[in-house]
């Protein structure tokens, strides 16, 4: 993930803002931030989603504060949800935050109408070979749905432990200590065949340089 600094920028709007190489290069990132300060909103708001939907967290939780305040595109509380939960799953630690004053704006259904679009695009990139959207989707299940789903968070963990992927055998064990002992165990039955029979081992196979 690339590493920029949290600050208030144009209009009060709190953008994370690049603090790497991408200063220098034009990035489509500091475009979108550029245009942001000059209020180009329109012009922000297209730079920040061709980012956003290519996983880019830092942009989604930029889109985000930008389809709640209404700048560049009609105030859009739902889609804003969708994508300050995936910066919130992406580790933008300040997305949590802005995920739950949204939350809160909208009716129960429309909750679940997030949840269900989230989920929608985690799979999409599980099935697409993306290794971070391991881990995503497990926490998703863990602290995104209406209750914590400790089985799937714990089949995705194994998975992301199996892989090697950091913090994936420590976060699974966390997981299994809410579950019985029958639980776990047709767990890992069910997991060993996903895994096998999915071939995850090479959908997921980090690419040799």
Sequence with gaps: MKTHSILAVALGLALTLPTDAHAQTASPFSQAVQATRE???DEAVALFRNLAEASDHEAQYNLAVL???GRGVPQDYLNALIWAWQAQLGGINRAAGLADELFQL???TTQQTARKKVAQSLQSR???GDRDAIAEF???NLTLMAE???GAAYMWYSIGSALNINGAEQARDAAA???TQEDIATLQAKTGTLFSEKGLAQRFKVPTK
Excluded: G, I
């Design 106 to 108: 909208l009716p129960e």
């Design 67 to 69: 389809l709640k305040s």
């Design 177 to 179: 200590a809410n579950m």
């Design 148 to 150: 914590p789903d400790y």
């Design 39 to 41: 209020k180009r909103y």
């Design 126 to 128: 599980l099935d697409a």
């Design 138 to 140: 497990a926490e998703f």
